[in-house]
C-alpha cells in the first residue's frame, strides 16, 4: 500500500527518500513543492526530474481525499465541501472568509463518539479516526484554493467533525507538519483546538506546553444539565473540566476559550450564566456564544437575540469577556455542529 505522503514529517520523508536511494537534497525539494508550491500530486512537482516524479507518484498518495461536492452559503462568504476519503467514508471542511481572515474550519475524524444531543456529527457515531495525512490534506486543499486568487489561509480551527483529543496523536501530528518553518510554516497561535472536555488529553496538552489554543465547548454551567447534553459530563464532570482548564492557564499562561451555543430556556438563563461567571472567576479565559444552529437530531431551538445579549451582559457584569458569534453557513448546514453525512 503507497502511504500518504502527507502523514509524514519533514525528517521521516527524509529517511523514505533516502531509501529510495534518493540523495538527501530531493527530500527537500519534495517538501517545498509539497508545502509551498502546495503541489496537489507528483506530476506538478516540476522543480523535480521526471523520473523521479514517477516513482514518487508510485510510492505514494497524496493526501487520500477527493473533493466530491461542494456548498456555498448565499452571501458566497462560506464554502462547505465534502472530501471522499480512500476507503470512501465521507468528511467535511468549511473555507469561511470573513473581512481580512480566511480561516477553515476542519475535521479530525469521520463521525464522532461523544454523541452531543444537538451536534448532527454526535447524531451520526463514530465511524474513524483520520490519519495525520488526512487532517493535512483538508488544509492543503483549502490553501490552494485561495492561492488561485491570491489569497492565503489566516487561521485554522479543528471544529469540524469528531473529536480531536480522542484523536490526540494524529491531530497534533497534523499541527506539527503544517507548523513546520521548512514548509507550510503556519502559526501555532493560528490554529484553535476544541474540545469537549477531555481532562487527561487536556492535561497532557497543556504539559506538552504547545502554542495551539485550545477551546473547550461548556454549554452548561452545572453537571446535570451538562451532562443531558453532553454525555461526556458522566466521565468528566465540570469540577474536573474546571481544574484541568486552570492547570491549562496556569501551566502554559495561554487563555482559554469557552465554548457556549445558547439554546432557548436551556442553557441561556440568568442562573446559568452565573454559575458560569461564578466557576470561571479569576481564570484566564474569554467565552464564545453562539445562538444553536439547528439540526436534524434535536428539538431545541436559538436562543432570542435579547436573550443572547443578555447573556454576555451578565458575564461581561462579573467581568468575563464575552464575544457573540455570528452564525455563518447555516443555510448550507455549514454552522456549528452541522456536519454530518450519511454513511
Ligand atoms: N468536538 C469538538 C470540536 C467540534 S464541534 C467539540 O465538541 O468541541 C465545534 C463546536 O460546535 C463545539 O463547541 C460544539 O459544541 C459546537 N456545536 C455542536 N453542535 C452545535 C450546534 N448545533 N449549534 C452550535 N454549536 C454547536
Ligand atoms: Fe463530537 Fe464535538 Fe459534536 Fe460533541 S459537539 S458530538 S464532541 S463533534
Redo the contacts with the bound molecule.
Keep these: 500500500m503507497p502511504t500518504n505522503i502527507y502523514n509524514l514529517t519533514r525528517a521521516t520523508l527524509r529517511e523514505q527518500i533516502l531509501a529510495l536511494g534518493e540523495p538527501g537534497y530531493r527530500a527537500d525539494q519534495i517538501w517545498r513543492a509539497l508545502y509551498h508550491d502546495l503541489a496537489p500530486d507528483a506530476t506538478s512537482m516540476t522543480t523535480l526530474p521526471r523520473k523521479l516524479r514517477e516513482r514518487l507518484a508510485e510510492a505514494f498518495t497524496f493526501g487520500g481525499l477527493t473533493p466530491a461536492n461542494e456548498a456555498r452559503s448565499s452571501d458566497g462568504q462560506t464554502r462547505k465541501i465534502l472530501f471522499r476519503l480512500a476507503d470512501g467514508r465521507a468528511i467535511e471542511s468549511v473555507l469561511m472568509g470573513y473581512a481580512r481572515r480566511r480561516t477553515t474550519c476542519i475535521s479530525s475524524q469521520a463521525g464522532?463518539a461523544?454523541g452531543?444531543v444537538?451536534?448532527a456529527t454526535g447524531q451520526m457515531g463514530f465511524l474513524r479516526h483520520l490519519e495525520p495525512g488526512e487532517i493535512v490534506a483538508q488544509v492543503l486543499w483549502v490553501a490552494r484554493e485561495l492561492k488561485k486568487r491570491d489569497d492565503r489561509l489566516t487561521n485554522i480551527v479543528v471544529?469540524?467533525m469528531?473529536?480531536?483529543l480522542h484523536n490526540y496523536d494524529a491531530t497534533l501530528a497534523a499541527c506539527d507538519i503544517l507548523n513546520d518553518p521548512e514548509g507550510f510554516a503556519f502559526g501555532a497561535r493560528r490554529i484553535t483546538l476544541?474540545?469537549?472536555g477531555l481532562v487527561p488529553a487536556i492535561r497532557r496538552f497543556a504539559d506538552e506546553r504547545r502554542q495551539v489554543n485550545l477551546a473547550i465547548?461548556l454549554?452548561a454551567a452545572t453537571d446535570e444539565l451538562r451532562a443531558s447534553l453532553l454525555p461526556v459530563n458522566k466521565r468528566y464532570p465540570l469540577a474536573e473540566v474546571f481544574d484541568a482548564a486552570r492547570y491549562y492557564t496556569t501551566t502554559t499562561h495561554r487563555r482559554i476559550t469557552f465554548?457556549w451555543?445558547l439554546i432557548a430556556g436551556v442553557n441561556d438563563t440568568q442562573e446559568q450564566a452565573e454559575t458560569l461567571a461564578r466557576r470561571a472567576a479569576g481564570l484566564l479565559c474569554h467565552v464564545n456564544v453562539?445562538p444553536?444552529?439547528p439540526?436534524a437530531g434535536y428539538t431545541g431551538q436559538a436562543s432570542t437575540r435579547e436573550r443572547v445579549a443578555r447573556f454576555s451582559e451578565i458575564l461581561e457584569g462579573h467581568g468575563i469577556s464575552c464575544t457573540v458569534r455570528v452564525r455563518r453557513g447555516i443555510d448550507v448546514a455549514a454552522?456549528?455542529?452541522?456536519l454530518a453525512i450519511q454513511a
Design positions: 464522532c461523544m452531543c444537538f451536534c471544529m469540524g469528531g473529536e480531536p476544541s474540545t469537549v465547548s454549554h465554548e451555543a453562539i444553536l444552529n439540526t454552522g456549528c455542529g452541522q
